[in-house]
């Protein structure tokens, strides 16, 4: 597997707390979306850890796993160019 599966279309809108540590799945395999459960094991991919250091009411994570590296795990519009 060489490209992540393609989780959703879109973006997770989620709720965020300052100070607290979230891991990322980057493989697009959790069952627990846009987080991390384990799924990537055995896979080339591993989570993206990250901190959120201000308070926000929403997050939009990305969901199509094919954001710039740059963003991190916050949806860059990426998920508009996928040839679906």
């Known amino acids: 597997m060489d490209k992540p599966k ?3 279309g879109c973006p997770y809108r ?3 707390e ?3 540590t979230y891991f990322y799945c980057s493989c697009g395999l959790s069952r ?3 987080f991390c459960d384990g ?3 055995g896979t ?3 989570p993206l850890e990250f901190h959120v250091d201000k308070q926000q009411t929403l997050w939009y994570l990305c969901g199509c796993k094919r954001n710039n590296p740059r963003s991190g795990p916050y949806c860059d519009g990426s998920h508009i160019h996928l040839d679906w």
């Open 6 to 8: 393609i989780a959703s």
């Open 14 to 16: 989620v709720a965020l």
């Open 18 to 20: 300052p100070g607290k």
């Open 32 to 34: 627990a979306q846009p």
């Open 39 to 41: 799924s990537h094991q």
């Open 44 to 46: 080339s991919f591993s």
